[in-house]
């Protein structure tokens, strides 16, 4: 499985949007200025987001973007899954029975089942709202390199829940 560019930007703007006030409207190119993201993905990927039911999206002069819902009722799966389909790991595990021939007697399949149940698990668990960006990656970059402290993007890991073994 591998996380791709579309994913990480649509992150990097929801947890931007998230880290301003609710009400505000934020335009398009403060997101992918702040987030360094390219304008050719960004307006691709806000599109989705809005269809998704992620974002609100408002045109015109004074347009922009905002959360459709509370960061912390935005889960990272919810994302991956908006831009992505369904959380899968190996083909085989499609619920939709989509299995290969050899399903039945497949050694593997509890293995790699159990470990996309993990990974789903927490990325449910794991929120928009505990990520939040305030400041955007290329000014906390630029005041981390000017010695300067800003507040980490990072999340505490005991701040995110993990599932259970």
Same mark, same amino acid.
């Given at each position: 499985? @591998? ?14 949007? =998230? =880290? ?9 190119? !403060? ?19 809005? =269809?998704?039911?992620?974002? !609100? #999206? $408002? ?5 922009? #973007?905002t959360l459709k819902k509370p960061a912390s009722d935005i889960s990272l799966r919810a994302v991956y899954e908006c831009l992505e389909g369904p959380l899968l790991l190996m083909e085989c595990l499609d619920e939709d029975g ?8 497949? @050694? ?13 698990? $927490?990325?449910?668990?794991? #929120?928009?709202?505990?990520? =939040? ?6 000014? !906390?970059?630029?005041?981390? !390199?000017?010695?300067? $402290? ?16």
């Open positions: 499985m @591998n996380i791709g560019r579309r994913v990480d930007y649509a992150v990097r703007a929801l947890t931007y949007l =998230a =880290a301003q006030p609710q009400e505000r409207v934020v335009p398009r190119r !403060e997101i992918q200025t702040k987030q360094d993201i390219p304008a050719h993905f960004l307006s691709k990927i806000m599109k989705q987001l809005a =269809a998704g039911g992620l974002v !609100e #999206s $408002y045109m015109g002069a004074r347009g922009g #973007s989509n299995a290969c021939c050899y399903h039945p007697v497949c @050694n593997q399949i509890s293995v790699w089942g159990e470990a996309q149940r993990l990974l789903g698990s $927490y990325l449910d668990n794991v #929120s928009i709202g505990q990520i =939040a960006h305030k400041l955007g990656l290329r000014e !906390e970059l630029a005041h981390r !390199e000017q010695g300067e $402290y800003t507040e980490s993007a990072r999340p505490y890991i005991a701040d995110i829940a993990k599932p259970s073994l």
